[in-house]
């Protein structure tokens, strides 16, 4: 279940990631709180959804380039 909710958390936030992004529209699109999408994050990636939503936000910008 962890993998299929970070997928869609994922998938959210690359559709949205030029876009203030808060943990409660995260976790809305996956049905989830906000501690239990974290920690689900966490689990499954080693990483907050905030570090990953910077990361690839940071990648779409090198591109730019």
Known sequence: MDEIRTKEAIRYMEEHYAEPITLEDIAASIHVSKSECC???????????????????????????
């Open 39 to 65: 920690r689900c994050i966490r689990r499954c990636m080693k990483m907050t959804p905030f570090e990953y939503l910077m990361r690839y936000r940071i990648l779409r910008a090198a591109e730019r380039i």
